[in-house]
């Protein structure tokens, strides 16, 4: 079980390490969701590590990555920082799923010349975007549904109950905790994401009713780098729900950015 120590924390990873014959393989690290854990991945890494060096990782307070002061989201970037300097990496991809994309969007914009490309799935990264925040208020409207029942799109969880099932799993893995995690303490402004050079993959599906399509197109629309892409028939967690799709989609857009192809 390797951990990191970071922060005051053990953060709990997991590293499949280079594809065999590639020393020069390219690092993808995948940053879970508020309903996920580094289990989330289970239907990417398989996928992917053939190609790529695969690190998924518990955020503070989820997992095995204990939060012991309740600092949660405010230290995500500096999490992501510090292991990146512990284990050396020079250079990393990231495939963030909804909270993660705080750590993902913060860390690009503060350590851009380490970040080949980001992938932002169902996320807009939730940093200090006044006008964002009230366009999610309006398009959430009065919602009174637990966000574990709306992280899949309903037809799925129609069409899907054991994978429903395995999904809710995973979450009641971590620890118990109470409301949202906080923002970054140091996460990123508007000014700084409108001068994030680095690609970004703005994906998002169609029926995703967390973070509505309209937000992640606004995200998009900020970055001067962005590729906005979204998926019919899935919902909050296109990557759980539509993994092929998914994989085919990131897959395709990390290749354009100096990755390995995944066919």
């Not at 309903?35 to 989330?40: F, R, V, Y």
């Not at 995500?76 to 284990?87: C, S």
């Not at 402004?189 to 599906?205: K, S």
Request: hydrophobic share 40%; aromatic share 8%.
């Amino acid at each position: 079980m390797p951990t990191a120590p970071v922060n005051g924390i053990d953060l709990f990873y997991e590293d499949t390490g280079l594809p065999p014959g590639d020393e020069a393989a390219p690092v993808i690290v995948f940053l879970h969701g508020a309903a996920g854990n580094h289990l989330s991945w289970w239907q990417q890494v398989p996928t992917f590590r053939p190609h790529y060096r695969c690190i998924s990782i518990d955020h503070r307070g989820f997992g095995r990555s204990a939060d012991p002061a309740k600092e949660g989201g405010t230290r995500f970037i500096d999490d992501l920082d510090a292991l990146v300097e512990h284990l050396g990496l020079s250079a990393v991809y990231l495939v963030a799923q909804s909270m993660g994309g705080r750590a993902a969007l913060g860390y690009a914009c503060r350590k851009s010349e380490r970040v080949k490309a980001v992938v932002m799935a169902d996320t807009w990264g939730f940093f200090d975007w006044p006008e964002q925040r009230e366009r999610a208020r309006e398009l959430a409207g009065a919602v009174t549904t637990p966000l574990l029942h709306r992280a899949l799109a309903a037809s799925f969880q129609e069409r899907e109950p054991a994978r429903t099932f395995l999904y809710r799993q995973i979450e009641g893995l971590n620890p118990p905790r109470e409301g949202t995690p906080l923002p970054p303490a140091d996460g990123p402004t508007l000014e700084d994401v409108r001068a994030l050079q680095v690609p970004v993959l703005c994906l998002v599906g169609a029926e995703d009713v967390v973070t509505h399509p309209p937000l992640i197109k606004a995200l998009a629309d900020e970055l001067p780098n962005s590729q906005y892409v979204e998926v019919p028939g899935a919902g909050h967690s296109v990557y759980f729900e539509q993994p092929q799709r998914f994989n085919e989609i990131v897959g395709e857009f990390l290749a354009r950015h100096g990755g390995n192809p995944i066919s």
